[in-house]
């Protein structure tokens, strides 16, 4: 079972260059996250959806944006690497719905900023 | 508002000994909680969740957690620590017909020979 996929797993931008994570879950799930993760700091929510087509802001959105076109898939944007965007990325699915359910999550993406 | 505080960030116990690590929660709404653990470079894996069916909720591993309305407490507990608990662990809270969960700052969990 693949569960939660995230790509690439490193990558090392230079200031200025943009890129995109991919997320990819095969559990039919309704509800996707992208969280960021930084020592001290926990995990800190970026974007999530509830279903396809739909996004929103979590408590640290600036500086990226997101598109859920497939159920399946959640796309997290840089469009503009800054060297604070230096952290690990995490993606995360959920149930969604009236679930209790917990979260699952991907294995993630380490990006530097220089 | 949902939040979470975990007091300590790192916890050091010996062998054997108990595990307990500390989690308070304020929420506006009923919350579930969860507990994760992360081992290095991996993502997290949930170890055990409250969603009010019981207060004192099983875990993997050993764990386990107490809900503590009064107290706003979900503190998770191992009577005896193994080398192998060397983690960072995350408690988390999700409001009953809320979308968003929202971790704490994590605690590092070290284990004494």
């Known amino acids: 079972n693949a569960g939660v996929t995230q790509t690439p797993k490193f990558r090392v931008l230079k200031t200025g260059q943009s890129m995109t994570l991919l997320c990819a879950q095969d559990?039919?799930?309704?509800?996707m996250y992208w969280y960021r993760q930084d020592p001290g700091m926990g995990l800190r929510l970026i974007h999530y959806?509830?279903?396809?087509?739909?996004?929103a802001k979590g408590e640290v959105p600036d500086g990226y944006n997101v598109s859920r076109l497939k159920k399946q898939n959640f796309l997290l944007g840089l469009e503009s690497a800054a060297p604070s965007q230096t952290s690990v990325y995490f993606c995360a699915s959920s149930r969604g719905g009236a679930s209790t359910g917990e979260l699952f999550f991907g294995e993630g993406s380490r990006l530097t900023v220089l | 508002a949902q939040s979470v505080t975990q007091l300590g960030s790192h916890v050091s116990v010996s062998e054997g000994a108990l595990v307990l690590l500390r989690c308070n929660y304020s929420s506006s709404v009923p919350p579930y909680l969860f507990w994760y653990v992360q081992y290095p470079n991996q993502g997290l894996q949930l170890l055990l969740k409250y969603t009010s069916a019981a207060t004192l909720v099983k875990g993997i591993n050993g764990f386990e957690a107490e809900f503590k309305k009064s107290e706003t407490s979900f503190h998770l507990t191992k009577p005896s620590a193994h080398m192998s608990d060397a983690a960072e662990y995350f408690c988390a809270v999700r409001g009953s017909g809320t979308y968003k969960y929202i971790f704490g700052t994590g605690t590092r969990l070290k284990v004494l020979a």
């Open positions: 559990m039919n799930h309704e509800y």
């Open positions: 959806s509830v279903g396809e087509g739909t996004t």
